[in-house]
């Protein structure tokens, strides 16, 4: 079960309901994968909502990992999910959403 205070989300991948949060790891990792140089920098490469396949699997796969679930972004890239490529888009916006909050 997630916990909303720590920042988990609960999602429909290949045929499971598991849980993702991008601990600090994660972000770390996905820092580094997007090459994104720091946290603002990350915040700011999602706040206009364009990302590309590659993103969704690599913040997907980030927090996956961060949530205990020990997959490869590879691994992930042929997993179902529930509503497609626009279902994956809507789990990383709640992960980020519930990492980075609402922009004011």
């Given at each position: 079960m997630a916990i909303a205070q720590r920042g988990e989300i609960?999602?429909?991948i290949g045929g499971e309901?598991?849980?993702l949060?991008?601990?600090l790891g994660a972000l770390a990792e996905l820092e580094a994968h997007l090459q994104a140089g720091d946290l603002v920098g990350l915040a700011e490469r999602f706040a206009n909502g364009?990302?590309?396949?590659r993103d969704l699997t690599a913040i997907l796969g980030a927090g996956?990992?961060?949530g205990g679930n020990g997959i490869s972004?590879?691994?992930?890239a042929?997993?179902?999910?529930?509503g497609g490529v626009k279902g994956a888009a809507e789990i990383a916006a709640r992960l980020l959403?519930?990492?980075f909050g609402e922009a004011e």
């Open positions: 609960e999602a429909l309901r598991v849980t949060c991008l601990t364009r990302v590309s396949a996956l990992r961060g972004d590879d691994d992930l042929r997993l179902s999910i529930e959403k519930a990492t």
